[in-house]
């Protein structure tokens, strides 16, 4: 390996027989085949417009950016060689390199950058923040990319790896412990959620209390998001005089309060509440239940006073 070194100077551009090309670290960049295509193409018309990058491992000339390229050279024939470019890196390094050199321009895909990350960390022994200074990133960079796949279940981690799943979707799951991620997973495959969607799901399964609710968010999903957010926010309005600004405001905090109550009583007040609560709370509610009944009352005359010519 020595010889090769001398040989063959650092940053010097060489032609390489595909043949001697290693890809043992294709594993941690994705296949795109229509990106593939589209180099083949390229390569065919106007032929290599950039080397590719190796390094010398185990006496082996293993690939580190160009892996698209090789690919495509693979394809045509007539090809049997790539103008290669040396770098002078270590197994380490060449990993991170596979990250940097792609910073700028069509930079990894994120979950490319979570094997890149997951295998300085995991597989070299790197410390988070070892790996954030050879990547040049932040420890919390570092740290969501190795949570991209180790706080994903199994299912959503495979789906991941096949482009099933967006890295947008991935990020959202692992808000949930890994038990509860693959009901979520199945809920937005089946309601086709969008990540701005599973968001909010998170939300509510994070704070469901009960097994009840946490159903009812599963089984529809965009239901319960219209009933968390069908709350009518009053914000001063100039078309309302000072009195109609005012009922404005008192509807909001009663439609507010309303449906606070109702999610209260529908999912949680029966599994929170004691014995000793029973009595002391059972006028109150049977007053609630009187005063809703007149104020549904009054309200509907209402609105048809309102809706006179």
């Given at each position: 390996?020595?010889?090769?070194?001398?040989?063959?100077?650092?940053d010097e551009?060489?032609?390489?027989?595909?043949?001697?090309?290693?890809?043992?670290?294709?594993?941690y960049?994705?296949?795109?085949?229509?990106?593939?295509?589209?180099?083949?193409?390229?390569?065919?018309?106007?032929?290599?417009?950039s080397?590719?990058?190796?390094?010398?491992?185990?006496?082996?000339?293993?690939?580190i950016?160009?892996?698209?390229?090789?690919?495509?050279?693979?394809?045509?024939?007539?090809?049997?060689?790539?103008?290669?470019?040396?770098?002078?890196?270590?197994?380490q390094?060449?990993?991170?390199?596979?990250?940097?050199?792609?910073?700028?321009?069509?930079?990894?895909?994120?979950l490319e950058?979570?094997?890149?990350?997951?295998?300085?960390?995991?597989e070299?022994?790197?410390?988070?923040?070892?790996?954030?200074?050879?990547?040049?990133?932040?420890?919390?960079?570092?740290?969501?990319r190795?949570?991209?796949?180790?706080r994903?279940?199994?299912?959503?981690?495979?789906?991941?790896?096949?482009?099933?799943?967006?890295?947008?979707?991935a990020?959202?799951?692992?808000?949930?412990?890994?038990?509860?991620?693959?009901?979520?997973?199945?809920?937005?495959?089946?309601?086709s959620?969008?990540?701005?969607?599973?968001?909010?799901?998170?939300?509510?399964?994070?704070?469901?209390?009960?097994?009840?609710q946490?159903?009812?968010?599963?089984?529809?999903?965009?239901?319960?998001?219209?009933?968390?957010?069908?709350?009518?926010?009053?914000h001063?309005?100039?078309?309302l005089?000072v009195?109609?600004?005012?009922?404005?405001?008192?509807?909001?905090?009663?439609?507010?309060?309303?449906?606070?109550?109702?999610?209260w009583l529908?999912?949680?007040?029966?599994?929170?509440l004691?014995?000793?609560?029973?009595?002391?709370?059972?006028?109150g509610?049977?007053?609630?239940?009187?005063?809703?009944r007149?104020?549904?009352?009054?309200?509907?005359?209402?609105v048809?006073?309102?809706?006179?010519?």
């Open positions: 390996m020595t010889d090769r070194v001398i040989t063959w100077p650092q551009v060489r032609p390489l027989s595909l043949e001697r090309i290693d890809e043992r670290l294709h594993r960049r994705l296949a795109q085949p229509k990106v593939e295509k589209s180099m083949a193409q390229s390569l065919e018309r106007y032929g290599q417009v080397p590719v990058v190796i390094c010398l491992q185990e006496e082996e000339y293993v690939l950016d160009g892996f698209k390229r090789l690919t495509a050279a693979r394809r045509l024939k007539g090809m049997t060689s790539l103008q290669a470019r040396r770098m002078d890196v270590d197994e390094g060449a990993k991170a390199a596979i990250y940097n050199l792609n910073r700028i321009g069509q930079r990894p895909l994120e950058e979570s094997w890149i990350v997951h295998a300085l960390v995991r070299d022994g790197l410390s988070q923040v070892e790996a954030a200074q050879l990547l040049g990133r932040h420890k919390s960079w570092v740290n969501r190795l949570a991209m796949l180790e994903l279940c199994d299912a959503a981690r495979e789906e991941l790896r096949l482009g099933l799943l967006t890295p947008a979707v990020r959202q799951l692992t808000r949930l412990p890994r038990g509860n991620q693959s009901g979520a997973l199945q809920a937005a495959r089946e309601a959620l969008t990540s701005r969607e599973l968001s909010g799901v998170v939300d509510l399964l994070l704070a469901s209390s009960t097994q009840e946490t159903a009812f968010v599963l089984s529809d999903p965009r239901q319960a998001l219209r009933q968390a957010e069908d709350r009518f926010v009053h001063w309005d100039p078309r005089s009195a109609g600004n005012r009922a404005a405001k008192r509807l909001a905090l009663l439609l507010d309060c309303l449906a606070k109550m109702q999610s529908r999912y949680q007040g029966r599994g929170e004691q014995a000793c609560d029973r009595k002391p709370l059972e006028s509610f049977e007053r609630l239940v009187t005063e809703a007149l104020t549904a009352e009054a309200g509907e005359d209402f048809k006073e309102l809706r006179l010519p």
